[in-house]
């Protein structure tokens, strides 16, 4: 069994924790690399697939499994950082910091995706619990990802361009019963549904029924990027932008 020391770390890419540690805003004891642990690999389940959490972000992108059932989170995958961070980062890792600008989290929330640990599998409105918090425990770690198949999806993201986190990204999925939309780099919370955007679409899947105005600026960042009005803006862009290339 896998467990941490008294002020240890789990170690996956490192896109998040070596930098940390570089600023010393973190100084564990120990790390621990689970790169051993033969947490890779993604498998079709028939309703939904299955990644490994291990699986690097140029994994999840080039996979012909990803590509063939939810091609929308292939997309997300390949334009995530720049090679080096597609090389080295994973999912799990992602999906465990949980960082407000981060895409996976938008993919997971709009799929209904479930998260397992060595312990547990978690729904993702209860796994992500906030801005850089999730649900997991102190010595739980993901060990995989499960991402139901939809009708049609698409991510689209407006993306910084030093970092190229998202300034505002919007994962559409539509389902049998309706339609999800999950907003990422935008929310002081992290992560959320727009349910406005979602009645929208439920009532006309189509571009045009998404206007600007549709959503408030309230609870939205507003930093040296983007003010909270113009996030609004890009949201309902973003959104448009989704349902177009929705597929």
């Known amino acids: 069994m896998i467990t941490l020391a008294e002020d240890g770390k789990f170690l996956a890419g490192g896109m998040?924790?070596?930098?940390?540690?570089?600023?010393?805003?973190?100084?564990?004891?120990?790390?621990?690399?689970?790169?051993?642990?033969?947490?890779?690999?993604?498998?079709?389940?028939?309703?939904?697939?299955r990644i490994g959490a291990m699986s690097r972000h140029v994994d999840v992108a080039e996979s012909a499994i990803v590509q063939k059932s939810i091609p929308a989170v292939a997309d997300l995958a390949s334009h995530i950082g720049d090679r080096q961070v597609r090389n080295r980062g994973t999912i799990?890792?992602?999906?465990?910091?949980?960082?407000p600008s981060a895409c996976y989290p938008s993919a997971l929330l709009a799929l209904d995706g479930t998260v397992h640990t060595q312990?547990?599998?978690?729904?993702?409105?209860?796994?992500?619990?906030?801005m850089f918090d999730t649900d997991l425990e102190e010595d739980e770690i993901v060990i995989a990802v499960s991402l139901p198949k939809p009708e049609k999806a698409a991510y689209m993201k407006f993306p910084n361009p030093a970092s190229r986190y998202a300034m505002v990204g919007v994962f559409v999925a539509k389902f049998s019963d309706g339609v999800k939309v999950a907003v990422t780099g935008a929310g002081e919370d992290g992560v959320f549904r727009a349910g406005n955007l979602e009645a929208a679409l439920n009532a006309d899947f189509d571009s045009a029924a998404?206007?600007?105005?549709?959503i408030s600026s309230d609870g939205l960042m507003s930093d040296i990027h983007a003010s909270a009005e113009y996030r609004a803006h890009l949201i309902c862009e973003m959104t448009r932008r989704a349902v177009k290339a929705c597929r």
């Open 16 to 49: 998040t924790l070596i930098p940390t540690l570089k600023q010393r805003l973190a100084n564990p004891d120990r790390l621990i690399d689970l790169s051993g642990c033969a947490l890779t690999g993604i498998e079709d389940e028939g309703q939904s697939i």
């Open 92 to 99: 799990g890792g992602s999906l465990a910091n949980n960082d």
């Open 119 to 130: 312990r547990r599998s978690i729904a993702s409105e209860d796994y992500l619990t906030g």
């Open 210 to 214: 998404i206007a600007d105005g549709v």
